[in-house]
Nanobody, 121 residues
Framework: QWTLEESGGGSVEAGTSLTLGCVAT????????AGWSRQVAGKEREDVAC???????IYADSMKGRVTISRDVDKHTLTLQMNDLRPEDTAMYYC???????????????WGRGTQVTVSS
């Protein structure tokens, strides 16, 4: 059983940057795919970025060019660097993971509690 804990959310102004962090509190043998999803209350969840066990990285079109996902396998951490934030990026951001080789092959089945990002204009 994994436990994922996010950090780094907050309230920022449009055009600024924010870095979200996620740490897995238990060791995770074998390859896994991890990513970040976001959700606004009343709307569907959107996958923002994913990094597969094979190293492939996928970004949502809505944030492509403004976001970078990275992972440290040894430290069991996942980071999301977000730049040029916009009010429409306001959402709860969740760290998620699944025992899969590639992004998009299996749904995430481990989730953190989320960290709120609020971007004001």
């Amino acid at each position: 059983q994994w436990t994922l804990e996010e950090s780094g959310g907050g309230s920022v102004e449009a055009g600024t940057s924010l870095t979200l962090g996620c740490v897995a509190t238990r060791t995770t043998p074998g390859g896994y795919t991890a990513g970040w999803s976001r959700q606004v209350a009343g709307k569907e969840r959107e996958d923002v970025a994913c990094v597969g066990a094979d190293g492939q990285v996928i970004y949502a079109d809505s944030m492509k060019g403004r976001v970078t996902i990275s992972r440290d396998v040894d430290k069991h951490t996942l980071t999301l660097q977000m730049n040029d934030l916009r009010p429409e990026d306001t959402a709860m951001y969740y760290c998620a993971a699944v025992r899969a080789r590639q992004c998009g092959t299996l749904p995430y089945n481990y989730w953190g509690r989320g960290t709120q990002v609020t971007v004001s204009s």
